[in-house]
């Protein structure tokens, strides 16, 4: 036997034999309104796409946030690997560990400019932002003070005190 032409089915349905139907053939059912239907649709998918684009938006703007949490963790490994002694690897190290957040911090707005619309909110991206900028500026200090380069010890000032009167 041939494949498709064994004995007939009452349950099996050949798509190939027969006219073709539309939906043309048959009439709407009573209240259906094509016209209004293919408008809610649209209206319907442009309002799905908006909400998408905004939370794609969102998205974005939390992940522009976060990037300075990458930058952290590896200004933090070339500090460690830069080591404690005060030489000119470290001092540029540190004070690149002290001017990218410096910098980044002058430019919040510039970041979040693409971001700007009235459906993405940008307060929280925007202080996670500084945090972690900050907490980049604390990492330089703290490298800063660990190279004994911050005046934090009494003898550090002992040129501005008096002389001692005998």
Do not use: C
């Amino acid at each position: 036997m041939e494949k498709g032409k064994g004995v007939a089915r009452p349950w099996a349905v050949d798509f190939n034999d027969g006219p073709t139907s539309s939906s043309s053939e048959y009439p709407d059912p009573l209240g259906f309104n094509k016209a209004s239907h293919d408008q809610d649709d649209s209206n319907g998918s442009r309002q799905k796409k908006e909400a998408e684009a905004a939370w794609k938006a969102q998205k974005k703007a939390w992940e522009v946030a976060q990037a300075p949490f990458k930058n952290l963790l590896m200004m933090g490994f070339m500090m460690w690997m830069a080591g404690s002694t005060v030489h000119l690897f470290s001092i540029g190290i540190t004070f690149s560990a002290l001017w990218q957040p410096i910098s980044a911090l002058q430019g919040v707005g510039k970041v979040f400019e693409p971001f700007k619309d009235s459906r993405v909110e940008l307060l929280a991206p925007k202080l996670l932002f500084i945090a972690l900028n900050l907490a980049g500026l604390a990492l330089g200090v703290w490298k800063l003070n660990t190279l004994g380069l911050l005046p934090t010890h009494a003898s550090d000032w002992v040129s501005s005190l008096p002389p001692a009167q005998v």
